[in-house]
């Protein structure tokens, strides 16, 4: 296999569409929304997406069975409009690969009249903190004004957007299509279900389509348990150097 392609299960028709995507990244932020937005609202796989910039591996089934790396689109029907949800196993390996997955995706969404992007991503801080903020990036006027209405910080971020997060909803704007951004605030090091359960519920209220969350407050709590015993840990071992300076702040998004 060379390139990269997308492989439709079934041709549809989309109303108002709008893609969000649940890629893997610091804290598999976006892909725990993404994959509990699929449960929880029954999405129907539509398509996929592969790609020789993936990893040169290949997964075993349960049955004995081979099954290549992948992305999958997920179409889920809602009153105002439908959404897509693109989650997968992994990101392109290289720049190259980014780019090359980035615009398959954009193509997709020319072909399905998808012109609002929405990627889901991790603002790692490097802190445990007490209340996990929601910030956003976006070169959309129009959607920076919607997401700042329901709580999303604007301006406060700093470093880059590696990945896909950062890729496609810049990318969109070069073919005028709205894109944004979305990242929860977490420490970087773990799986944040906290941060994720944030997330849904603030597309809840963009989409206007109830989410259970109850799964991912359950995912939370355990998280936080764990956060605890760590940072109690931390302040057992610690012992402070007066050479030291005071400590910089660490940041890096996906």
Do not use: W
Request: glycine residues 12%.
């Amino acid at each position: 296999m060379k390139g990269t392609f997308i492989r439709e299960r079934k041709k549809i028709k989309l109303k108002n569409p709008i893609l969000i995507t649940g890629l893997p990244g610091i804290g598999l932020i976006g892909r725990l929304v993404g994959r509990h937005m699929i449960e929880e609202l029954s999405g129907k796989k539509i398509a996929e997406l592969y790609s020789h910039h993936f990893p040169h591996q290949v997964f075993m089934t349960k049955k004995g069975g081979l099954r290549l790396i992948k992305n999958k689109f997920y179409q889920i029907k809602g009153k105002k409009n439908d959404i897509v949800v693109l989650i997968g196993d992994v990101q392109a390996v290289s720049s190259v690969g980014q780019y090359e997955v980035a615009g398959a995706i954009l193509d997709y969404c020319e072909k399905m009249k998808i012109n609002t992007v929405l990627t889901v991503g991790g603002y790692s801080t490097g802190k445990i903190e007490k209340k996990n903020s929601i910030y956003g990036a976006t070169g959309s006027k129009e959607l920076k004004r919607k997401f700042s209405k329901l709580g999303v910080v604007f301006g406060q971020t700093k470093g880059s957007i590696v990945g896909a997060a950062g890729l496609i909803p810049a990318l969109a704007k070069l073919r005028r299509m709205n894109g944004i951004c979305i990242m929860g605030e977490t420490h970087g090091a773990y799986v944040d279900a906290t941060a994720a359960k944030n997330i849904t519920v603030l597309l809840s209220k963009y989409l206007g389509t109830k989410i259970n969350i109850k799964k991912l407050e359950k995912k939370a709590k355990m998280s936080e348990k764990v956060l605890k015993k760590i940072e109690e840990e931390i302040k057992k071992h610690s012992v402070p150097s007066p050479e030291a300076g005071p400590p910089e702040d660490v940041s890096y998004i996906r």
